[in-house]
């Protein structure tokens, strides 16, 4: 895998920092990220499925352009 001087060299320091090699640390890294985008993937099947009940059951808010979430 090639990764720019920029990215190696901070995987290098994080590597250093928690002790384990950089190909250890960065088989974690890639591990998290794919957990995350299927995490998130699944999360917005979820959202995309129970809106129409939710909106159904509670109705739609308005919402004013500007309006600070309360």
Same mark, same amino acid.
């Given at each position: 895998? *090639? &990764?720019?001087?920029?990215?190696?060299?901070?995987?290098?320091?994080? !590597?250093? @920092?928690?002790?384990?090699?950089?190909?250890?640390?960065?088989? *974690? &890294?890639?591990?998290?990220?794919?957990?995350?985008?299927?995490?998130? !993937?699944? @999360?917005?099947?979820?959202?995309?499925?129970?809106?129409?009940a939710f909106t159904e059951a509670f109705g739609y808010p308005e919402v004013t352009p500007g309006a600070a979430a309360a």
């Amino acid at each position: 895998m *090639q &990764v720019d001087e920029a990215t190696l060299e901070g995987m290098e320091a994080r !590597a250093a @920092a928690v002790g384990m090699p950089v190909s250890e640390l960065a088989g *974690q &890294v890639l591990t998290e990220a794919e957990q995350k985008r299927r995490f998130l !993937a699944e @999360a917005r099947r979820f959202t995309e499925q129970l809106t129409p009940a939710f909106t159904e059951a509670f109705g739609y808010p308005e919402v004013t352009p500007g309006a600070a979430a309360a």
